[in-house]
């Protein structure tokens, strides 16, 4: 009974040291400006204001890069999804040469630096001609979180016997058939799982989108909250407001999706 207590206060202080940060962020973006950043901070504003989020909200370009993101993040978690279930039952299902060491290195992509690739980013791009694209973010976007899809799905796809498919074979169904009525239904909180990690890798990427994109009618949501930093200083209050509704997209997305994604993150953890 008192390791129990122990590991549940263990918990709590752990959740509330995590959680402190979002707190912060939040009663900041509610403070009238000038009273942000103090040296006495106050845990519970006792003077609120909506002010900072009219700010936030009315400052230009939000809506515009709220759709470059909303597009990008989109489309290139979509396009990794597709192409990461393929390629995560060819390597669980199928036998072929240089499987081991193409699993590997879908392993060792992942470890990969975001910084590593700047460069050579940039220089592929600027050579097809898709720089000041969001083209490029998608391609970008895309080849950073493909490793992921493929190699998380292929620990789904492992994990649902292939005795099934067999069996829906057996039954008069084709491959892709079994794979369409069988195992891909099986593979939803999976599937909804990896599209959550990799639309927050995507969604909250600034390095690629700060080098790639130079036009402000086409930045994304992180480029546009740098934006409340100036020579003048920076607003703290609307930076504060501004992250809060940065946040609000990927909370709804996981809202919705929290009971299969922690169903699909169980999965992946029994199953390798």
Known sequence: MLKKSAANVAGLVLALFFLFPTYWMITSALKPKGSTITSDYDLVPFSVTMSNFVTAWTKPGFLSSLGNSLMVTLTAVLAS???????????????????????????????????????????????????????????????????????????????????????????????????????????????????????????????????????????????????????????????MAASVLFTVPALVFFLIVQRKMVAGVTAGAVKG
């Open 81 to 239: 999804i597709i192409v990461g279930i393929t390629a995560a039952v060819a390597m669980s299902r199928f036998s072929f040469r240089g499987r081991k060491s193409f699993v590997l290195l879908m392993l060792v992509a992942q470890m990969a630096p975001f910084e590593a690739l700047l460069i050579p980013m940039f220089l592929m791009m600027r050579d097809l001609q898709l720089y000041e694209h969001l083209t490029s973010l998608v391609l970008v976007y895309f080849a950073v979180t493909l490793p992921f899809c493929a190699w998380t799905l292929r620990g789904f796809v492992n994990g649902i016997p292939i005795e099934l498919e067999e069996a829906a074979m057996v039954d008069g169904c084709g491959r892709w058939g079994a794979f369409q009525k069988v195992t891909l239904p099986l593979l939803g909180p999976g599937l909804v799982a990896t599209s959550v990690f990799a639309f927050i890798t995507a969604w909250n990427e600034f390095l690629f989108a700060k080098v790639l994109i130079r036009s402000q009618d086409r930045e994304t949501l992180p480029v546009w909250l740098s934006g409340f930093q100036t020579a003048f200083g920076t607003d703290w209050g609307g930076a």
